[in-house]
């Protein structure tokens, strides 16, 4: 335990039978409770943490594949049926330090529901990242921020992350997205709950390890999935629990934009096939609307940042 506190950390494990080891004897004493969730591993994952014959592991295993976000959750139910108070997501590839375990909950003890880690906060570290994971966290960073309302937060897909069991419990658990949105989906179901996040410097450490996020999946699926998830967020936060003028300005913002972009789109494209030239009345439709919701959606950001 830690300051009374039970602690459970969670490994998502999926084809890591040279590192699976080296991460669950690396963990500190503080820590209760390791739930090892095998993801439907191809290789000896199962049989090597089978055999540690650790009084503190848990071992579980997917029948199917489910991704990070899944192994993750059935990890996290089974922590809440042990009746853990603080819960630790830590990879089984090695490539987060457990030495900063500590560091990254001791914010829950001044009151935060949910700490993260952000590499960017390292320089050192960052100079280290690979350039595909660092160009796909600078894309996905504003988007993020968008979508989950915390624009205090950085590095979105860092993994590395402590959350309370009151703040655990009110997500939900089987909906979240089971693969490697499954960060950003937590980041916005804990926005509408009004829950206090932080970030933490936390350096990752980068081996021989192959990462099987592709910057492909990102640029194709990531936006669509930040778009509805903003969305959902604006609608159940500002508009279904609590009316707020925050979820106005949004909204009549974004149904500005849309009208102006539509009608806008719609006479260019009829002054190309026909070659008549739109009138200033025309143009000045379509423009005001759009000038005037990105406005509007703009004060939604400020207000919100202000909060």
């Known amino acids: 335990m830690l300051n009374g506190k039970y602690v459970v950390v969670v490994i998502p494990a999926y084809n890591v039978g040279l590192q699976i080891s080296g991460t669950i004897e690396g963990i500190k004493p503080f820590v209760d409770h390791i739930v090892v969730v095998d993801d439907c591993s191809f290789d000896n994952t199962y049989d090597i943490v089978k ?78 990242m690979p350039l595909f994971r660092l160009s796909g966290n600078f894309l996905l960073t504003f988007l993020t921020k968008l979508a989950s309302g915390y624009w205090k937060i950085f590095d979105p897909q860092n993994g590395y ?19 490697y949105f499954f960060e950003n989906d937590m980041l916005v179901n804990l ?40 969305i959902r967020r604006i609608y159940k936060k500002y508009i279904l629990y609590d009316f707020s003028v925050i979820g106005f300005f949004y909204v009549i913002g974004f149904f500005l934009m849309l009208f102006g972009s539509t009608f806008g789109g719609y006479h260019w494209i009829k002054s190309v096939y026909t070659g008549s030239v739109a009138t200033t009345g025309t143009v000045m439709i379509a423009v005001l609307p759009i000038i005037l919701g990105f406005q509007m959606f703009l004060q939604g950001i400020v207000l919100e940042i202000e909060q």
């Open 51 to 128: 055999s540690l014959n650790n009084n503190r592991v848990t071992l579980l295993r997917n029948s199917e594949n489910q991704g990070v976000g899944g192994a993750t959750t059935e990890g996290f139910k089974k922590g809440l049926e042990l009746g853990g108070d603080i819960f630790i997501k830590f990879d089984g590839d090695g490539q987060m330090d457990p030495e900063r375990m500590e560091d990254l909950i001791t914010p829950i003890f001044d009151g935060y529901d949910y700490v993260k880690g952000n590499r960017f906060i390292h320089t050192d570290a960052l100079n280290n």
């Open 191 to 230: 926005n509408i709950n009004r829950l206090r996040v932080i970030d933490v410097s936390m350096p990752a450490r980068y081996g021989d390890e192959k990462s099987s996020l592709k910057i492909r999946k990102i640029i194709f699926s990531f936006p669509s999935l930040l778009l509805a998830r903003f």
């Open 161 to 179: 992350v402590a959350i309370t069991r009151e703040a655990l419990m009110t997500l939900p658990l089987g909906n979240l997205y089971k693969r």
